[in-house]
Nanobody, 125 residues
Framework: QVKLVESGGGLVQAGDSLRLSCAASGRGISSYALGWFRQAPGKEREFVGGVSWSGMNADYADAVKGRFTCSRDNEKNTVYLQMNNLTPEDTAVYYC??????????????????WGQGTQVTVSS
């Protein structure tokens, strides 16, 4: 069974940076694609970014391209979301998700079988 545990959320000011981590465990997890989604109050959950099983490929939502970077360390079974130049519009609960397909990087939430509990990111203006 795959388990995902996010950490690193918090309260920051606009323009600050924050790095989220997601510790993944479970059989075969290194072959899974890992993605990040977020959900703001009153809004649907949306894709933020993801990285393929190898870590060689990543994809991002237009809203975060150039500011956010996904990476993974398969030795540590951890995926990261580096978030730079944060804005109040980035305020949301951020979720880590795992897709057993591994590739291509899925952007729809229903394509991911496993989810973490989420971590809150709040950006003040």
């Amino acid at each position: 069974q795959v388990k995902l545990v996010e950490s690193g959320g918090g309260l920051v000011q606009a323009g600050d940076s924050l790095r989220l981590s997601c510790a993944a465990s479970g059989r075969g997890i290194s072959s899974y694609a890992l993605g990040w989604f977020r959900q703001a109050p009153g809004k649907e959950r949306e894709f933020v970014g993801g990285v393929s099983w190898s870590g060689m490929n990543a994809d991002y939502a237009d809203a975060v391209k150039g500011r956010f970077t996904c990476s993974r360390d398969n030795e540590k079974n951890t995926v990261y979301l580096q978030m730079n130049n944060l804005t109040p519009e980035d305020t949301a609960v951020y979720y880590c998700a795992a897709d057993s397909a591994g590739w291509p990087i899925a952007t729809k939430s229903h394509e991911y079988e496993n989810w973490g509990q989420g971590t809150q990111v709040t950006v003040s203006s």
